[in-house]
Nanobody
Framework: VQLQAYGGGLVQAGGSLRLSCKAS???????MGWFRQAPGKERDIVAY????????YYADSVKGRFIISRDNAKNTVYLQMNSLNVVDTAIYYC?????????????????WGQGTLVTVSS
């Protein structure tokens, strides 16, 4: 499985961005996640979504502002980010893992995209 994330960029505080992650290869029944890593910090979960989209998870810091979704026909997962603020500045990574569970740490994912930089200016 190969993942390619895109859609990052520079946005002013209060603005929105939509990230996309295109998967190639077989991702049937894979859970997809978005993580982010700010300079000098660990890679933390932002959100994940199961194969059927019946379950989603959001970090407390993004609840009510970010929305994760997926289109299995297009092998693509999205992260709609609204009301962005400076603390959301980070490299955002998409990740994939086989099966379900409660995958909220990076070590639970076996496949990673290259990351896309999101910069929020004040």
């Amino acid at each position: 499985v190969q993942l390619q994330a895109y859609g990052g960029g520079l946005v002013q505080a209060g603005g929105s961005l939509r990230l996309s992650c295109k998967a190639s290869g077989r991702t049937f029944m894979y859970t997809m996640g978005w993580f982010r890593q700010a300079p000098g910090k660990e890679r933390d979960i932002v959100a994940y979504i199961t194969w059927t989209s019946d379950r989603t998870y959001y970090a407390d810091s993004v609840k009510g502002r970010f929305i994760i979704s997926r289109d299995n026909a297009k092998n693509t997962v999205y992260l709609q980010m609204n009301s962005l603020n400076v603390v959301d500045t980070a490299i955002y990574y998409c990740a994939a893992r086989q099966g379900g569970g409660l995958p909220v740490v990076a070590a639970q994912y076996g496949y990673w995209g290259q990351g896309t930089l999101v910069t929020v200016s004040s």
